[in-house]
C-alpha cells in the first residue's frame, strides 16, 4: 500500500470514528441531560453532529476528500473519479471506523462497549426520510463542490442539521453510519434488523442525486488523485 492511500484510509476510518462518536456521544450526553425531553435531546444531538461535520470535512478534505460515508463514496466510484477498488477500501475503512466511534463512545460513558439496539426505525416513512436526506446530502456535495468548494464543510454540516429535524429518520443518510448505530442501544441507535432498509435507501438516494444533479447542472466533479 502506498504512503499516499495509507493516508487516505486513515482520514476516513479515523474521520468517520469521530463522527460516530460525537453522534452517539451526545446522544448519550443529551439524553442523560435532557430530563425526558425528546425534543431538547434531538436540538443537542443535531447541533453537536453538524459542528462535528463541518470540522471533520476541513480537517481531512485536503488528504482523503473527507467522503466519510459509503453513499457518496458509490457516486464518485459510480461518476469514474475513484477506481472500483479504492472505493471498496474507503467504504470498508468508513464502516470499520464507524463501529470503532461507536465503541469509543461507549467507552467514554462507561456503558458496554458494543448493544445491540431495540429502537426501531422502520416503515415507508421512514426509507422515504432516508432517501431523501440522502439526496439532498449527495446533492449539495456535487453542486456546491462545482460553485464553491471551500463552502461544502459548511454546507454539509448545515444541510444535516436541518435534515435531523425535517426528516422522520433524523437523517442517517449514510450505510456506515446505519450499521454501525445498530451497536448502540441508545438515543441514536436503530434495530439491527432496520438496517437493511435503511442503507438500500440511502444508497438510492445517493444515485437519484447524482443522475438529477448531473442533468441539472450539468456537473463535472475535478478528478482528486488519491
Sequence with gaps: MSGNLARCL???????????????????????????????????NTLATGAALAVLIEMLAPVSGAHLNPAVTLVFALSRELPPARAFQYAASQLAGAVTGVVLAHAMF??????????????PAQWLSEVVATFG??????????SRPAAVPYVVGLYIAAAYWFTASTSFA?????????????????RPTDVPAFVAAELAGAVCAMLFFGWLLPLRIRPQSV
Design 174 to 190: 449514510n450505510p456506515a453510519v446505519a450499521i454501525a448505530r445498530s451497536l448502540t442501544d441508545t438515543f441514536t441507535g436503530i
Design 137 to 146: 446530502l449527495v446533492g449539495a456535495i456535487l453542486a456546491t463542490r462545482r
Design 10 to 44: 486513515a482520514a476516513e476510518a479515523v474521520g468517520t470514528a469521530l463522527l460516530l462518536a460525537t453522534v452517539v456521544g451526545s446522544g448519550i450526553m443529551a439524553e442523560r441531560l435532557a430530563g425526558g425531553n425528546a425534543a431538547l435531546a434531538l436540538l443537542c
Design 110 to 123: 462507561g456503558a458496554e462497549l458494543v448493544e445491540l439496539s431495540t429502537r426501531a426505525r422502520s416503515g
